[in-house]
């Protein structure tokens, strides 16, 4: 008798756990949200974010909030040593959280560490080249996003992005849309949409886009996104949204539907930011 009551008393404790903690969650990160920001943290914002004082009031706010729960959550890592500064994680915390300003109530749950390398690094890779043939090269990256809870950046290309904000290439936006791409676990270009009837709509227009995209490709069009987005699905979700904050009104221009999509899913409309 006394071993299940006490059995039953686990159980209890453990459904209150999971009922109350997302409760504590919440409350501790509005906390963080509603911190006054530090003044050199804004001169840091206006100078190393291009498109920081277009933003509106508003959308000012709540980024400068989402900043401050960003880095109270994710733990970063500077590597073949690299030190990570504060004016470091401020940057690349700021472009992340860009991708937050749609308020889905999500972290990137899955990340835990940002690891930052000064410049390009290298990774083994392997890939079939035949049937029986196993080929293993050294290959140079400047990012990359794992499914389970890292992401890795290279520092340069990041300063090179800000400094170049409209040439439709950002390592960070990139990266970190593949982590909203990955929340459910996979990488197939599909986020996870407000309501069930959202993902049909965003099934049709992502896959007219995509075609469309690797049909400019084969055919060597000039096309607005950069061609690696035709590697795949989940590539053209990343390569889409890094068009989609800095080129905006060619990404409008040429592939409407897809505008509208990645506006009614990040609730932003950047063409108003010009």
Not at 59 to 68: C, S, T
Not at 135 to 141: I, S
Not at 211 to 232: H, K, P
Request: contains cysteine; proline residues 5%.
């Amino acid at each position: 008798m006394i071993k299940t009551i006490v059995v039953f008393f686990i159980i209890g404790l453990i459904l209150t756990g999971i009922l109350i903690n997302p409760i504590l969650v919440k409350k501790r990160r509005n906390r963080f949200k509603h911190r006054p920001l530090p003044p050199l943290w804004n001169a840091i914002l206006e100078n190393n974010l291009p498109i920081y004082l277009c933003l509106s009031p508003n959308e000012i706010r709540r980024l400068q909030g989402h900043i401050q729960v960003f880095l109270e959550e994710k733990q970063f890592i500077g590597c073949r040593g690299l030190q990570v500064t504060e004016e470091m994680k401020l940057t690349l915390a700021a472009v992340a959280c860009l991708l937050l300003l749609n308020e889905h109530g999500q972290y990137f749950p899955r990340l835990r560490s940002i690891l930052v390398y000064p410049n390009a690094y290298f990774v083994q890779e392997t890939t079939s080249v035949g049937k029986y043939v196993i080929e293993e090269r050294r290959v140079a990256r400047l990012g990359e996003s794992w499914t389970n809870d890292q992401v890795v950046l290279s520092w340069e290309q990041v300063k090179q992005d800000i400094n170049n904000w409209r040439d439709g290439r950002n390592v960070v936006l990139h990266e970190f849309a593949h982590q909203l791409d990955q929340e459910d676990g996979k990488a197939e270009g599909v986020p996870i949409l407000r309501s069930n009837s959202d993902y049909t709509i965003w099934a049709k227009v992502m896959t007219e886009a995509y075609q469309q995209l690797c049909n400019d490709v084969l055919q060597g069009i000039n096309t607005v996104m950069d061609s690696y987005g035709a590697t795949n699905p989940a590539e053209f979700f990343a390569v889409a949204t890094e068009t989609f904050f800095e080129k905006p009104h060619q990404l409008l221009s040429e592939y409407p539907a897809l505008y509208e999509q990645l506006q009614r899913y990040y609730q932003l409309d950047p063409v108003q930011w010009a």
